[in-house]
């Protein structure tokens, strides 16, 4: 077979490649070139890296600057608002101060929308419920402070357990003294009523009532929700407040030989209740 020349043109392209893809060094000094390259490289890309770095923390610094500069603008514009409605003094700050609690680009149409005045009344409402309910909780620490101060209140042996349960309460009213075998007493009970079990014991509750009883008197409660069990508990009136909100009068009971294991039960189901609602 006859070699032709672009057979030998391949062999030599071929046989040539290796000698001039892997160089050979002769010496360290060959290698100086190579190395001042690389390490330009380096220092380029580090330069750059450092850039970007101190670019992008000031472009974070600036920017919460010009937030806070737009919000600032926008609770001057919520002030001047409220003060041409006729909103004073404190008024325009408690209102500046619900209105920051929105956006920024929000805060501004509070006052002047249908849904932004909607928006203050429900957070004025829970501001205020949330306010009696500290005003109570005040009032009760300052009642049992003063009656410590008078030495009236004795520690309780039994923990009480807090709730706002429905129940059903009934006076028990002293009849004439029947002659019978046994001789006891005979109780006439008053058509029950409705009332509130604000907290309960093994050894007594309080509960308000619009009941007329003294200290003293005898009465009878059983739950009137459907998830407690609780039989009639009778019980002796140990303390009559009245109550500001309604005309029920808070009454302090001291159960006479309650049904404990109903009463247990009852106080286990209002404490997980209690839990539950906590979560």
Not at 9 to 19: D, H, K, N, W, Y
Not at 74 to 80: D, G, K, L, T
Not at 245 to 272: K, T
Request: aromatic residues 6%; charged residues 25%.
């Amino acid at each position: 077979m006859p070699v032709r020349r672009s057979h030998i043109a391949i062999l030599l392209v071929f046989g040539a490649r290796p000698a001039l893809a892997v160089p050979s060094f002769q010496s360290s000094s060959d290698l100086g070139p190579l190395v001042t390259f690389l390490t330009a490289i380096v220092s380029i890309s580090l330069v750059l890296y450092i850039l970007f770095k101190l670019f992008s923390a000031a472009s974070r610094r600036n920017q919460p600057r010009k937030q806070r500069a737009t919000g600032a603008e926008s609770r001057e514009n919520f002030h001047y608002q409220a003060t041409a409605h006729g909103f004073q003094g404190t008024e325009t700050k408690l209102l500046a101060r619900i209105a920051g609690n929105v956006p920024a680009n929000m805060s501004s149409d509070l006052l002047e929308s249908d849904t932004g005045r909607e928006y203050l009344l429900s957070n004025l409402e829970k501001r205020i419920n949330r306010r009696q309910r500290e005003i109570q909780l005040i009032r009760r620490i300052q009642t049992k402070l003063e009656k410590m101060g008078t030495n009236e209140l004795t520690p309780r042996a039994n923990v009480r357990i807090e709730t706002d349960m429905r129940i059903w309460v009934a006076k028990k009213l002293q009849g004439a003294m029947v002659a019978e075998e046994d001789g006891e007493d005979v109780f006439i009970e008053v058509e029950p009523i409705s009332g509130r079990l604000q907290d309960i014991s093994e050894g007594g509750a309080a509960l308000t009532a619009d009941l007329a009883v003294a200290r003293g008197d005898m009465v009878e409660f059983w739950s009137a929700d459907t998830d407690i069990l609780l039989s009639p508990v009778t019980s002796i009136v140990v303390d009559v407040k009245d109550t500001e909100a309604d005309r029920d009068g808070l009454l302090h009971l001291h159960f006479m030989d309650p049904p404990l294991s109903e009463l247990r039960s009852a106080i286990y189901a209002l404490q997980s209740r209690n839990a539950t609602d906590a979560s």
